[in-house]
């Protein structure tokens, strides 16, 4: 249940979200202003405070702490429930206080969890996709181009004679290149495509929505820029690349990842340094 909860949350707006906090603390206040003095209802003025804080950010958390005090305040008040003198003020700036830090703990848990998310699906070198999670990318896009009769283009790039970089230039040359490698790939292909550094020199794109014809113009312009890297840097490296159209989806990534992976490999087989497209129109 907390699952579906968080899932639906993360899914609405921000200023979705900012009315829902806001209209749980005057509701809270509401109901905590009505009922009898000795019932306790500070724990629920919790629930707006933490919507703010983890989906919102600190800032938010912090002005949704001010108005769960201003409401408890009210509150008590309303019941009145207020000591003479400066009493209730110190007792409001102490709940406060106590709202502040659960906001800064859960704003800290939020970027926390965000940073372990990106962690668990990025490649700490490259900065690109790593396998894991383009394989969830990759189902989810094969989910759609079968959805709606969508082409889908996969390609596999190995980086040919790499270990010639790390035995003469050294494994620090050899990680600078990868980096190269990922940055070129990232600028030559589309916002929407996907690409990933699969492990070790070997990388994937994945173009949806696009027909053979344009994926192959697409990745020779790719394969165009990582052989002027290679000659700009000299760099004794090729880029053996092999790229899969299905016009008619697969019914599993594995189809897919079979093709792609033995057409960059007949690639390396048959001169290297090369791209070869082929286009598929039922699963093969």
């Not at 829902?20 to 405070?49: C, E, K």
């Not at 804080?53 to 207020?82: E, S, Y």
């Not at 550094?197 to 070997?202: A, T």
């Amino acid at each position: 249940m907390k699952r579906y909860i968080f899932e639906f949350l993360e899914r609405q707006s921000k200023v979705t979200l900012v009315g829902l906090s806001l209209g749980l603390t005057v509701l809270i206040g509401t109901i905590d202003a009505l009922v009898w003095l000795d019932v306790a209802l500070s724990i629920f003025y919790l629930i707006p405070l933490a919507i703010a804080a983890w989906f919102l950010g600190p800032r938010m958390g912090l002005f949704v702490a001010f108005c769960c005090t201003l409401a408890w305040f009210q509150a008590d008040i309303a019941a009145k429930h207020a000591d003479a003198g400066l009493l209730p003020y110190w007792n409001a700036a102490v709940r406060f206080g106590f709202f502040a830090i659960i906001n800064v703990l859960l704003a800290s848990q939020r970027q926390a969890y965000v940073r372990e998310q990106q962690l668990a699906r990025v490649d700490d070198l490259t900065g690109l996709y790593n396998r894991r999670f383009f394989l969830e990318l990759l189902e989810l896009e094969l989910e759609r181009a079968r959805r709606y009769c969508q082409p889908l283009t996969l390609a596999y790039l190995d980086l040919d004679d790499f270990k010639l970089v790390n035995d003469k230039l050294g494994h620090s040359s050899g990680d600078r290149l990868l980096q190269a490698v990922a940055q070129t790939l990232k600028e030559t292909v589309r916002s929407c495509d996907v690409v990933a550094r699969l492990g070790g020199d070997e990388f994937a794109v994945l173009l949806p929505q696009i027909n053979g014809r344009q994926a192959t113009v697409a990745l020779l312009r790719t394969h165009h820029h990582l052989q002027k890297l290679s000659q700009n840097h000299g760099w004794p490296i090729g880029f053996s690349m092999g790229a899969i159209t299905f016009n008619t989806p697969p019914t599993s990534t594995d189809a897919l990842i079979a093709q792609a992976d033995q057409l960059m490999y007949a690639v390396k087989g048959s001169g290297k340094n090369r791209l070869e497209c082929r286009e598929y129109t039922h699963e093969s």
